[in-house]
């Protein structure tokens, strides 16, 4: 594990950093009170101010790609990361659990996936969205979010009905658009209807 060459913290790369998470807050607060998720809208990502992951993040801001890979890259771990996840529940990582089951459980005993809250699984589809429409730019489209979920491995750490919604969100965006999926969400965001039903859905895939 290389502990060298760890760069310094400069004002200059403080301000980009602060630049780039407060633009990242103020697009999830847009999406977030279009649905109606106000309390989220204005405590999402709060912890990247503080100062465990606030100066992790501008020792290491790059301009391209996370500080957070640059700080794994140097010293073998981003510990901005493991106190972001813990604290932020819109994070499926912050839901994996130990089991205590012996009987396999869901994916066996060790580590699994918990079911998210519905309104944690909005922010985090609201999450990708604004991610997507920062990193797209003018060439984002409705189906941006879902295309950058499909080429990752993602739905293995969610559990299946937390998978589901979140699978369900991304598809009615790609195939409904913006309008209808945010008109559903805020129709069903207090509703245990938000999770869909037991039964199979008969959706396009
Ligand atoms: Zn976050």
């Known amino acids: 594990m290389a502990t060298k060459n760890i760069p310094p913290i400069t004002a200059k790369k403080a301000w980009s950093h602060f630049r780039t998470i407060t633009k990242h807050k103020v697009y999830?607060?847009?999406?977030?009170?279009?649905?109606?998720?106000y309390r989220q809208g204005l405590l999402h990502d709060l912890s990247k101010y503080s100062p465990t992951e606030f100066l992790v993040g501008a020792r290491y801001y790059q301009g391209t790609q996370s500080p957070n890979n640059k700080e794994r890259e140097v010293t073998g771990v981003s510990t901005a990361w493991l106190h972001h996840k813990g604290r932020n529940l819109h994070h499926y990582e912050y839901w994996l659990d130990y089991s205590t089951r012996t009987d396999g459980g869901?994916?066996?005993s060790g580590i699994i996936p918990c079911k998210m809250p519905g309104r944690y699984v909005v922010e985090m589809f609201l999450d990708r969205v604004a991610a997507s429409k920062v990193y797209r730019g003018a060439a984002y489209t409705d189906a941006d979010p879902w295309k950058y979920y499909a080429t990752g491995n993602t739905r293995r750490f969610l559990y299946p009905e937390t998978a589901d919604l979140l699978e369900k969100l991304l598809l009615m965006l790609r195939d409904e658009g913006e309008e209808k999926t945010y008109a559903y969400i805020r129709a069903?965001?207090?509703?245990?209807?938000l999770f869909p039903r037991a039964k199979k859905q008969k959706g396009k895939r």
């Open 188 to 193: 069903h965001l207090y509703q245990k209807s």
């Open 106 to 108: 869901i994916n066996g």
């Open 28 to 37: 999830v607060a847009r999406e977030c009170f279009s649905v109606g998720l």
